[in-house]
């Protein structure tokens, strides 16, 4: 744990669909000092999430793209080795975004979040459950999607770290859910683990339209869309009357130039839908109402969780692709040595 | 006005792309009498309006789709000839469906709404500003698109009958307005006419997106969309945080039989914006308050609004697809001889 140097992934160039290794540059360079009201940060975990390979285009999102040659952004767990922000002790165990590095100096404006140093919690739930990805579950869920008991649901990327955890937030809520994921395990595993009500494998279907109509015979209420493209067109076609669709991110075009747009939006007039988009980013300030809610059901067993952890920052770039082709089971950490 | 005989469009055959006359067959039959509970509505006025054409197609909207050999589906203006229903005398004006035709048998169920006999104001007034139409821009901004003073309000097919209305609503209510729109007449006629802020003439722009930009360099936080497709696209790119896009039709769509979908529903993901589709027959119960508002509006000089009136109804087939070419002048109606 006791590094002499700093080891950094840099953005080297603009990834043409799936991020290779090659578009990343290995620096290895001395620890950086902590200037004035700045602390320097070991990071510990690295959270890999789908949307790091948006910031790696040349097209603003909701952040500016990140500069060819700048250390890849990433939110992490770390640990604060050194401190000048009078407020941050020295061991204190921060949440953050400290990027693809072994260290990082944060200043006191930037987000760095003390977490509870609670041995009964483990570091990679302030990645999970108790940070980003259940907020974004959490809030999506009951700020945008707003069940009602008795109505249907859908998740796509549903064995996914956010679209689990939003399935079963749903199904605590009194819906019916129903998950799309790629494969059979992971369709197996939202039914019999995770309560789902149904789960559809679109690998293995012709007509994904069939297959939930198949299962939401009387349409679609709410849908949790992390995928977007045809999967977001295919639950067009089922919404029903006041339709809410959460849009939380749509990973089958990150990787893409340009991606075809659902053709079917007339739906969403016939059947007075609204289609409202979210970021977990406006929610900080509701963070405790989030966490509070999600231990509970965590600690009722109503809500599982599982991590996918990668030993070694030297492996990030090929895992962050794991995302995209649904190999992770679970959310997908990097754990640096 | 004293006809022996009723003449009616039906549907012969479902369009492929645009509407044909010969997708149209011309009936005259006898006059039909009214049975218990019925009256019988000789139409004055045929409202002509852009989802006239959706229910000539095999897709069910939120209307089923209108059956072969039926007749051609229209709201209109009547009197009631003969009355069976013992609240509604024979002689008073009626708003209602009554077909391409000129009598109509109609139930006590059925949508029949007397209107008020009053010398002042024209029959005309209940297809445009006191009808669907103005209860449709009324509601779409007011309800959906919810506008702030001093926001930027952008509307397309702005110089037709809803667009036309929804725009000057916004402006009555603070916003900067920027219509979009597809001849420079019309242009200048929402600008000096209407005063709108500003117009865009589409056909005469490479990008619609610059063109967008130059007259919104800070954005666009309301978009009613009467056209979908890629206008939509165009404006999604632009959408600023928050951003209320309200879909009231889609007149780009309804001559095709799949129309591309936009490519940059990730902007409502990254500005957290929300697309909500809507329809007036949802807002019948609160018809008193808009028309309450419209009314005056246009009393006080604040909101114009102009009829193109066809003469007969043997033109009505042709007339329909004025409104995609945008060759109307105004709110399309058909008046019966």
Aim: proline share 6%.
């Amino acid at each position: 744990m006791n590094r002499d140097r700093n080891r950094q992934w840099r953005l080297a160039r603009r990834p043409e669909g799936f991020a290779k290794p090659t578009d990343f540059e290995w620096v290895e360079s001395a620890i950086p000092r902590p200037g004035p009201n700045h602390a320097l940060v070991q990071t510990r975990l690295l959270s890999l999430d789908p949307t790091n390979r948006s910031w790696m285009s040349e097209r603003a999102t909701y952040m500016p793209p990140l500069p060819l040659g700048d250390v890849m952004r990433g939110l992490g767990v770390g640990m604060v080795v050194e401190s000048n922000i009078p407020t941050l002790a020295t061991g204190t165990p921060v949440y953050g975004s400290f990027g693809w590095q072994d260290f990082a100096v944060v200043g006191s404006q930037d987000l760095i979040v003390p977490l509870p140093d609670d041995p009964a919690i483990p570091l990679t739930m302030h990645l999970g459950l108790f940070g980003h990805i259940g907020m974004t579950a959490y809030f999506g869920v009951i700020d945008v999607a707003k069940p009602r008991q008795g109505e249907t649901f859908v998740v796509s990327a549903a064995a996914g770290a956010v679209g689990s955890l939003a399935g079963q937030i749903a199904k605590i809520l009194g819906c019916r859910v129903l998950g799309i994921t790629g494969t059979a395990d992971k369709a197996r595993w939202l039914v019999d683990e995770l309560g789902f009500d149904a789960a559809v494998n679109y690998r293995e279907e012709s007509s994904l339209v069939d297959a939930l109509e198949r299962h939401c015979p009387n349409g679609i209420d709410m849908y949790f869309d992390n995928v977007g493209g045809t999967t977001l067109e295919a639950v067009l076609h089922l919404i029903k009357l006041r339709a809410r669709l959460a849009l939380c991110g749509m990973i089958s075009t990150y990787n893409e130039a340009v991606a075809p747009g659902p053709r079917n939006l007339f739906e969403v007039i016939i059947k007075r839908a609204r289609i409202e988009g979210f970021l977990v980013l406006d929610y900080w300030s509701r963070a405790a109402e989030a966490i509070e809610a999600l231990a509970r059901w965590h600690q009722e067993g109503r809500l599982k969780y599982r991590v996918h952890v990668i030993d070694g920052l030297e492996h990030a770039p090929a895992a962050l692709n794991m995302l995209f082709e649904g190999t992770n089971q679970g959310k997908l950490i990097v754990r640096l040595s």
